[in-house]
């Protein structure tokens, strides 16, 4: 399996806050079945190239360690890019970086809203070469009320990345039913851990891939923790079936609606 959302890097944000930590949340995801891992630590606190180089050495010499420890995980460095305006410009000047050197940005949105840029954002990052992914897209309350949000991405070659806790349900049966109706109408395609700590929030992925086992048959599920992922980490383009309609409520627009006879 392949992870591309956790925060395993000691002393960057809100994960691992040591070396012990980090190599310990390291074995367990090895212990689970993971192969490989990119880190993505968030970005909100970083200020020109400082920090995507830190993200860098740090990742080197991550992977050093788990040499050392004999722990077989290949390991890529990234980011967990927070939505703003200006994303083009910071992945620029080195404050948000892609999943591993790749054509791909894991976007995070704020939890309780959707920004009205977003497609237009999404839009520019495409023109330029990016793929987005989005996210844990069923924690936001928003999407939550309006999942046909992300199918209107979908539909536009937007990914949809559901974090592992909330099939297991464990951030709340709302949360829950989010990520399968996504998964199911194929609005999000990939499973990842999203892994902060080494109790509640693991890096592992195979008791969710056991509910996606269970919902949409084997390959599906192989292809959200592996066959995706590993396109992904391999900057390869991704193979994906076409979403299902979005159904999104008609929008008229004000020209439309003003000549309308």
């Not at 190599?23 to 993505?40: E, I, K």
């Not at 420890?69 to 410009?89: R, T």
């Not at 497609?119 to 495409?126: A, C, I, R, S």
């Not at 509910?211 to 599920?221: M, N, S």
């Amino acid at each position: 399996m392949f992870d591309l959302h956790n925060h395993l890097l000691p002393g960057i944000d809100d994960g691992a806050k040591d070396w012990d930590m980090a190599l310990a949340m390291a074995r367990m995801a090895s212990a689970d079945g993971t192969q490989a891992l990119v880190f993505t630590p968030h970005n909100s606190a970083w200020w020109s190239g400082y920090y995507q180089e830190k993200v860098e050495r740090l990742t080197r010499e991550f992977q050093q360690r788990l040499s050392d420890a004999g722990v077989p995980l290949q390991v890529g460095a990234g980011a967990e890019i927070y939505f703003e305006l200006d994303l083009l410009k910071r992945l620029k000047d080195g404050r948000a970086a892609p999943l591993n050197g790749s054509r791909y940005l894991l976007i995070e949105l704020p939890f309780t809203s959707w920004p009205l840029s977003t497609e237009h954002v999404f839009f520019e990052l495409q023109v330029a070469g990016y793929t987005p992914i989005m996210a844990h897209p069923e924690r936001n309350s928003i999407v939550m009320e309006k999942p046909h949000l992300m199918g209107v991405l979908a539909e536009r070659g937007v990914l949809g990345q559901i974090t592992s806790g909330s099939l297991e349900g464990k951030f709340g049966s709302r949360a829950q039913k989010t990520a399968l109706k996504l998964l199911d109408h194929r609005w999000s395609h990939i499973i990842a851990s999203d892994a902060h700590d080494l109790s509640n929030r693991t890096p592992t992925l195979s008791a969710a891939l056991r509910v996606a086992e269970a919902q949409f048959g084997a390959a599906r599920a192989t292809a959200m923790v592996h066959t995706l992922p590993q396109q992904i980490y391999r900057n390869e383009e991704v193979a994906l079936e076409a979403p299902l309609p979005s159904a999104a409520p008609e929008q008229k627009s004000f020209l439309g609606a003003l000549f309308k006879h």
